[in-house]
């Protein structure tokens, strides 16, 4: 694929990220030639159809919470380091990120669309086993006492992160991303028996970055 090709391709999928949040997971052809400026044909020079487009857009953004967080912490050594940086990692930077929004609209429409249902529940799946490994390993070095089985905590941990995250996508007024991660880290502190004190969190993590 040359790279002016790609680089439509992913203008094409940004703006089919867009399409959903703006007009739900029902969204069509045209409303996504509209927010990226082209032909409903040019569209589908890229893509067979636009279902095709917008499950490649919606995987795309679900990268940053599994794919992107496991490029970030393999650089760190530390588990509890490691912990605190996933966590901070997993919540919207804001209330307007549109990649949170975007996960909302498909949970929203998981009970209509199977095919978002069974992406949505891979990837809390997928966040579960991050978490897990994690657990785990600090267990094993002493580092982490866990209260319970490391799949339940994860599995908490997971659920505190797309809970506070819709909250704040819904300008919950004393939500904000500092907020929450205070409020996850208390939970992780009391079911791994460890202080968890926040490190500097490498840029790539910050939710504070655009």
Same mark, same amino acid.
């Given at each position: 694929?040359?790279?002016?090709?790609?680089?439509?391709?992913?203008?094409?999928?940004?703006?089919?990220?867009?399409?959903?949040?703006?007009? +739900?997971?029902?969204?069509?052809?045209?409303?996504?030639?509209?927010? =990226?400026?082209?032909? #409903?044909? =040019?569209?589908?020079?890229?893509?067979?159809?636009?279902?095709?487009?917008?499950?490649?857009? $919606?995987?795309?953004?679900?990268?940053? *919470?599994?794919?992107?967080?496991?490029?970030?912490?393999?650089?760190?050594?530390?588990?509890?380091?490691?912990?605190?940086?996933?966590?901070? #990692? +997993?919540?919207?930077?804001?209330?307007?990120?549109?990649?949170?929004?975007?996960?909302?609209?498909?949970? +929203? =429409?998981?009970?209509?669309? &199977? @095919?978002?249902?069974?992406?949505?529940?891979?990837?809390?799946?997928?966040?579960?086993?991050?978490?897990? @490994?994690?657990?785990? #390993?600090?267990?094993? /070095?002493?580092? *982490?006492?866990?209260?319970?089985? #490391?799949?339940?905590?994860?599995? $908490?941990?997971?659920?505190?992160?797309?809970?506070?995250?819709?909250?704040?996508?819904?300008?919950?007024? /004393?939500?904000?991303?500092? @907020?929450?991660?205070?409020?996850?880290?208390? *939970?992780?502190?009391?079911?791994?028996?460890?202080?968890?004190?926040? &490190?500097?969190? &490498?840029?790539?993590?910050?939710?504070? =970055? &655009?």
């Amino acid at each position: 694929m040359t790279v002016g090709r790609k680089q439509r391709r992913e203008k094409l999928l940004a703006a089919a990220q867009r399409a959903v949040v703006t007009h +739900g997971a029902g969204v069509r052809l045209k409303d996504v030639a509209e927010l =990226a400026g082209l032909t #409903s044909g =040019a569209i589908l020079y890229h893509f067979p159809d636009v279902q095709t487009l917008l499950l490649e857009a $919606n995987r795309a953004g679900m990268e940053r *919470f599994y794919d992107d967080r496991m490029r970030t912490i393999s650089e760190i050594g530390a588990p509890d380091e490691k912990l605190v940086v996933t966590i901070s #990692s +997993g919540l919207p930077r804001d209330s307007d990120d549109e990649a949170v929004k975007l996960l909302c609209e498909l949970g +929203g =429409a998981a009970g209509r669309y &199977p @095919v978002y249902a069974a992406m949505l529940t891979a990837l809390f799946d997928r966040q579960v086993a991050m978490y897990q @490994v994690i657990l785990e #390993s600090g267990a094993a /070095s002493g580092v *982490f006492r866990l209260q319970q089985p #490391s799949e339940t905590i994860a599995r $908490n941990i997971v659920a505190l992160e797309d809970a506070y995250g819709y909250r704040m996508v819904a300008r919950h007024g /004393s939500i904000d991303n500092a @907020v929450a991660t205070g409020l996850i880290l208390d *939970f992780a502190r009391l079911a791994t028996s460890h202080p968890l004190d926040t &490190p500097a969190i &490498p840029s790539s993590a910050a939710k504070e =970055a &655009p």
